[in-house]
Each structure stands twice: as C-alpha cells, then as structure tokens.
C-alpha cells in the first residue's frame, strides 16, 4: 500500500512538472466564468456575458498576474467612464461631434496602449473599450447613461473578483518562487560567468548571447518584480531593494563588457606587455566570488560573505594595479600604458560594481523597508512614431466604422465599432501584431461558428443552469486549449470570446436566428475593420525596421552628451537594453549586427557619461571650454553617424588628449587622469571601423555588414 501511495504521488509531481500546470489553468478559468455567470444573474445583470468575458480577459495562469490585470482594468474602466460621461453631457445632442470625439478618445488610448507596457498599456486598452461600451448605447439613450454604465462597472468588476478569488484559492500558483529562483539565477549566473572569465584573464570575451540572456534576465525579472508587488506584503517591502539590484546588474554587466572588449582591443593591436601586467591582477577576482567552501551564494543570506571579501580585496586590487604600472612604464610606449591604464580603471570599476551588487543581492535577505541608495526605475524605450501611427489607425478605424453606423442606421453599427476598438487596442499592443491580426480574426471566425451549434443545437435542450454550463464546457474547453498553446494563443482568445459573446448567455434566452447573425457579422466586421487598417498602416520590413533600432541607437548616444547626469546613467542603460530586446527579435545577420553595435554604445555611452562627470575635476577654463566644445562634436557625430562628423570628433579628441598629456607632464595633476583614460575609451570606440558601419546604417541603404568585434 505503501509503494502503491508513493507511485501515485511520483505520478502526481510528473503531472504537475508536466502539462498539470496548463489543466489547472484551464480548470480554473472555466470555474471562475461560470461563477461569474452564475452571480450575474443572481443579481439580475443585464449582460452576463460581460462578466464571462471578463475572467477570460484577466485570466493568467499566476495569481499575481490575475490581480495586476484585473488592477489596471479597473483603473482604465473607470478612466472610461468619467470621459464617456463628459463626451456625453457635452455632446448628447450632436451625435456627429460625439462620434468625432469618441474616434479621437480611442485613437489616444489606443496611442497610450502602443507607447506603453505590459498591464499599464492594459489600462489604457480599458479606458477606450469601456467608453465604447458604454458610450454607444448611452449615445441612443442619454437618459439611461447611469443605468448602463453602472450595469456594465457592474459586470466588469464582477469578472475581475471571480477570477482573482478563484485563482488565489484554488491550487495557487505564486510568481514570487518564480521571482526567487530569478534572482537566486541571476546572481549565480553573472558570478558563474565571471569565474570563468577570468579563469583565462581578459581572453574570454562576452558573446552576442551572452549579453542577450543578461538582457532577457534582466526584463524579465522587471515584470516579474512589477507583478508581484499586488502578491504579498514581503514582495512590497522588498521592491526598492529589488529594482535597486537589477540596475547594479545592468551596471556591471556594461563595465565587464567594456573591459573584455577594451582588452581585445589591446589584443588586436599587440599589447602583450600591457595584457600580461593585467593577467595577474585579473586572475585574483575569482578566489573573492566564492565563499568560505569554495561556493557560490545559492541566496540571499550566503551573499554578505563574498561582499566583505570583494570590499576587502578593493584596496589589495589597488596596490597590486599600481606596482604592475611602476613595473610598466619602464618598458612600453606613452600610448600603451595609457590603454594599460583605461584597463585598470574598467577593472576596478568591475570589481566595485560586483561588490555593491552582491551588497545589494545580500540586502534582499533583511526584512527591512529602506535602501541605502535610491532605487532608479526601469525606464522602456518607448517610440512616439509607433504610438501615433497605432492611433491615427485606430481613429481612421472607428471614423470608418462609425461614420457608415450613423450614414446607413445600422442597427448593430455599435458592436462593429466596439470590436473595432478592441481590435485596433489589442493589435497595436501586441509584440508581433500581424501575428495577431491573423490569429484574432481566425479565432472569431471559429468562434462564431462554434456558437451557431452550441446556441442552436445544444442551449435550447437545456433547462437549467447546470445544464447550460454542460452545453458550454466542451467549447470553451476547446478553446481554452488553443489559447494555452504558445503557438496559438490569439486564436483560442479570439474563440473564446467570440464564443461568449455572440451567444450572449442570460436567464432568459433568446433564439433569434436573425438578430445573432446581424449580431455576429457586425462583430466580424468590426474586428476585420480593425484587422484591414493594420495591415494598410502596417509595421515596417525588417530592413527598415534594422534601420529605425540602428537610429534609435544613435539617439540614445547622443542623449549621453546632454541629458542631466542625475537620471541619465540608469535611463540610458534600460533604454539601449529594452532596444536589444527589440533587436533580438530580428533575424540573423542584422540580430548579430545591431546587437554588437547596441553593446559598442553602452560602452561607449558609458565612457561619455563618467566624462561629463570628471568635466568639474578639469579646474583649467581652456580645458573646460575645449572639452564642453569636445561634447557638441560627439553629439553631432553620435547623431548623424557620418564619416565628416566622425573624423571631426575624432579629431577634437586627439587634440584634447594631446593637451591632457602636456599639462599632465608639466604640472602634478591626478586629478586629470581620470578624464585622460574616458577620453582614451571614446577614442579607442570610435575608431573601431566595424562599429562605426553598423552604427551608420542609413534608411537608404541595408546592405549586410561584416563586423569584426570580438564574438
């Protein structure tokens, strides 16, 4: 009996590793919609069917996740509500100027859901969907504005309630185990990586994929961390700490790379003398990334061990790199030991930056509220062309719809238009929208065709509630499946929802063969409208879509010329890495490519800022005024990326570097050191060739690139 127990609980843990988790998912989401079905027509809500399609909006397989969406949802709903009002008060007697002012109020919430991310771009979807659904019914019947609105708030919330509680009680699935074993990985991985970095001291450099795991690590541990926060209190407390952590990741992940491509840079250029002054000094770090065993921090609490080791050792580092300097300078040109030196500097910046983020990886253990340092917030590239172009077509799409609604008196005009609303929200939204303008439209389709069985063949043998959910089950069941399958996620959606809506469920059924197909096709319409003004304003060619991230790069070059010093250092990095994470999505080579120019201008971006930061250390006014004037010509070539505007700067560097070199052997300034090296690190970048091609990629031309950085 014993082992027959222990075979079915083997048997269990198998399934829930397995396909257990997708079951459950679905098992719960279609409890959850039947409960909201049923309590809305406990309460006598007018359209059950609206709390139905609610839980299947906010379903996700994470409690956290549920809540988040469910948050903003609320949030953009009531948004919706306040301006449907003001448009209806306003306008209530001119039904045209309405129809313009609702076209442009979607059209900027569609804007909003395309310019921001994750559950915030959510909300703004909510605040135009719920302002159709509301305001077009309200717009025939202005007396009954309240009545309808607090029926739909009504259901809306109802939904949103039933999935959350069903989701919370039944067989939880937490994200903050996930959140755990993310940063547990993160922190274990980057300290992994260095080990075996300097194991062969600055020969291994980091590749292309290297630096896009970091970069997928540290996005997703930003949603998860966003996510969890509507969990548990510990979650909350520990948020400053968390987004504290995966800025000092980023930090230090851009300063090893720096160091490895400065040191291939020497390789390239013969200085084994400079290199083999280093090695020592490199090869010392990996005895401090582990503790007392031999180990690595599995977590949190192990942490403080090696962030005492690697303060302690900080000093030594220093010691160490300026004996081998003594030793240098005896046997290698001017030019050498400079690059010697722009090394030494990475190195310690390296080793400082693992230090404060092991300090900030130890912190995540000590339930405490504060944080030493301020937690900068991750800051998205977002692009404004996009946005506006989601929202001229989404306005373009409603004055099409709406225009021929009122022209022609379609009686089902307002549900065309209201698809076309979620079409256009949820098109622009998604991260491969021509994916998912096929996969919507395909789901709608099949949807609508499931529902002419199960409202016509199987709805009218039932007599009661349990029987009616019996009717339903096999169809949202197939389309829950499609839906949580990662290649098909659209479609299933689309099934769904089409399914509960073109069914209408209520207590009194009605079986109108008539008013369901005008029902129906004006929902078809709708979401086509949406899908045809897609694919008119569509999303660029991959080429051109190369040539805008290699343009934006360049942007956020230059933003490190001018951009105040306080925020600049952490947006600059967020924002070039949320550009890589664009940059991934393309196919090879141009992925390889523009990845290794976007890592080229975070070491680069890098140097220019700690320039900016010395610029006060320089005291002398010639050198200020030449080093300000040095900065206007980097802004200029990072933004026109011309071989005129490059020789310029490089030029200018040359001369201040030279004038750094005299006044640094006349007069005893360490002081100008610093500035020497920065200056040294954009130099030595900009007269990488094959950064500069990559860089340079103008829209009329896509020609491939051989790029010669290291890999």
Known sequence: MAKHSESLGALWQQWLQGEGPRWIFIAKTLLASFFAFWLSIQLDFDKPATAMMTVFIVAQPQSGLVVA?????????????????????????????????????????????ARFREFQAYAFLLAGYTSCLIGFPAVMQPENFFSIAQGRISEIILGILCAAIISDTLFPQRLTPRLVAAVRGQFAGLLHFVHEAVAAPLDRTITVEDQLRFV???????TLRASTIFETPDSRIRDDRLRLFNADFMTVTTSLHALQQHA??????????????????????????????????????????????????????????AASREILQEKVSAQELLEFDCAAELLRDVVSELMQLTQ??????????????????????????????????????????????ITTGWSNGATAATLACIGCALFAASPAPLAAVKQMSSGFVLGFIAAV????????????????????????????????????????????????????????????????????????????????????????????????????????????????????????????????????????????????????????????????RSLPQAGNASLQKSLTALLELLATAFRRSDADSRRAAIKALQESLRELTELLASEEKPELLPLQRQLYRIYSVLCDEAWFAAF????????????????
């Open 696 to 711: 340079s990629q103008r829209e009329s031309g896509t020609e491939k690139l051989e790029v010669s950085h290291a890999s």
């Open 69 to 113: 969406k469910g948050f903003y949802r609320i949030i953009g709903t009531l948004v919706g509500l306040v301006i449907t009002w003001l448009l209806l008060a306003s306008f209530a007697q001119q039904q045209e100027l309405f129809i313009l002012c609702q076209a442009l109020w979607i059209g900027l919430c569609v804007a909003g859901a």
């Open 264 to 321: 291939w840079r020497m390789r390239e250029q013969k200085r084994a003398s400079a290199l083999a002054a280093l090695r020592p000094c490199v090869a010392e770090i990996a005895p401090q990334l582990t503790r007392e065993d031999g180990s690595i921090p599995a977590m949190a609490a192990e942490a403080p061990e090696v962030a005492t080791r690697l303060q302690a050792f900080l000093p030594k580092l220093e010691n160490d790199l």
């Open 453 to 612: 069985f199960c409202k016509f063949l199987l709805l009218p043998e039932a007599d009661n509630f349990i029987m009616m959910c019996l009717a339903f089950l096999p169809f949202l069941l197939a389309g829950s499946l499609i839906m949580t399958n990662p290649r098909y996620p659209g479609v299933g959606a689309g099934f769904n929802l089409m399914l509960i809506s073109a069914i209408a469920p209520d207590n009194q059924m009605v079986y109108d063969m008539a008013t369901f197909l005008n029902d129906g096709m004006a929902q078809l319409v709708g979401i086509g409208v949406a899908g045809v003004a897609f694919l008119l304003l569509a999303v660029k060619p991959v080429s051109a879509l190369q040539l805008r991230l290699a343009r934006h790069l360049r942007h956020e070059l230059a933003r490190t010329t001018s951009d105040s010093l306080r925020q600049l250092p952490h947006s600059f990095e967020s924002r070039t890495r949320d550009l890589i994470r664009r940059i991934s999505t393309l196919p090879e080579p141009s992925r390889s490519t523009l990845t290794l120019c976007a890592l080229s201008v975070l070491e680069l971006g890098d140097a220019t800022v700690d320039l900016r």
């Open 360 to 405: 900030s990886y130890a912190a995540l253990a000590v339930s405490a509220h504060s944080t030493d340092r301020v937690a900068p917030t991750f800051i998205p590239h977002t692009e404004a062309s996009e946005a506006i172009i989601a929202g001229v077509r989404a306005t373009a799409a409603m004055l099409a719809v709406l225009v021929f609604w």
């Open 216 to 222: 997928s690590q540290i996005l997703a541990l930003e």
